[in-house]
């Protein structure tokens, strides 16, 4: 950080936002107070690791926050107008995120050792209040966007296990609640190894992808699909009976067999087919006992043949 050698004018502290509706008075304090400065281009101006003194107000140039590393991308910019720092400088602990100059970026910084001089302002700390509320607001987001894509599988889109644990557990007691079945589907692309060896790993993602879309159209949105791990996905029917669940099954497995051929980003690709277990939830199974029982279906479906339904 380089100190700058111009006067704080009046003008750039009715431009921020944080400073907003502040009366001449109070400005006329602070603008002896803050502190003109400019940062470089990949300058870390906070950071988890060094404890923060300091309130900026950017007046030009732009700041990205980073919130467990510095690599991939910001979460949030901060542009003219607007402060960064704000959390640490209030309650005094080391800052929850790095924030760094994306580019040549002019600044103003007041130290933590004028605090008292803020205060004074009803209408600053008013400002300062809403401001934070947004920054927990943009945090209550963060959190929400990571858990749900915490549950989702980035290849094909599809669920993934953590969701399978949850939505077991909650779709297994109102079942037994409301004495209505359960069924589960334990499903396998049928020699998946031998088409990625012979079309390519890319080939064999796509072929995934494939089913993903190709089954979800046929399921209900009760229905959970959830990729397992590799090929292996569970198909997870609430209120089905073990008899429709065989019924549905097949009709899953007739789709894919019926595709000969698809259309890809890289080009057209033979299709695949499918293997399936199925299994009723009994009394007192758990997902891994449910599971385990339509998995030995499947093992089955494999030994007769592939590209069939056993129960």
């Not at 209030?90 to 205060?119: F, G, I, K, N």
Request: charged share 25%; proline share 5%.
């Amino acid at each position: 950080m380089n100190p700058a050698n111009w006067q704080v004018k009046m003008q750039h502290l009715k431009e921020a936002r944080l400073l907003d509706r502040v009366d001449e008075p109070c400005l006329r304090l602070l603008q002896e107070v803050f502190e003109p400065c400019t940062a470089a281009p990949g300058e870390v101006l906070l950071s988890p690791h060094e404890h923060n003194h300091y309130l900026y107000l950017v007046l030009g140039g732009e700041l990205a926050v980073h919130l467990d590393s510095l690599e991939g991308s910001p979460v949030r910019l901060i542009g003219p107008g607007e402060c960064a720092g704000e959390i640490s400088f209030m309650d005094d602990l080391p800052p929850s995120a790095y924030v760094l100059a994306l580019e040549d970026t002019v600044l103003l910084r007041v130290h933590r050792r004028s605090m008292q001089l803020l205060t004074r302002s009803p209408q600053l700390m008013q400002n300062l209040a809403e401001l934070l509320c947004q920054r927990v607001r943009l945090s209550d987001r963060l959190i929400i966007n990571s858990e749900q894509n915490a549950k989702i599988d980035k290849l094909t889109g599809s669920f993934n296990r953590r969701w399978l644990e949850h939505i077991y557990g909650r779709e297994s007691a109102r079942c037994a609640l409301g004495g209505q079945p359960l069924s589960l589907l334990m499903l396998d692309v049928d020699r998946f190894k031998e088409y990625n060896d012979r079309h390519g790993h890319l080939a064999g993602d796509h072929a995934l992808c494939l089913v993903v879309n190709t089954l979800g159209k046929l399921l209900r949105p009760a229905d959970s699909l959830v990729r397992y791990g590799g090929e292996e996905f569970v198909v997870l029917l609430p209120e089905m009976t073990f008899g429709d669940a065989q019924n549905a099954a097949e009709r899953l497995r007739r789709s894919l067999a019926e595709i000969n051929s698809f259309h890809s980003p890289i080009g057209l690709l033979p299709g695949v087919t499918i293997s399936i277990g199925v299994a009723p939830m009994r009394l007192n199974d758990d997902l891994d006992s449910l599971i385990n029982v339509a998995d030995r279906a499947l093992y089955r479906a494999k030994e007769q043949g592939r590209n069939r339904v056993c129960a």
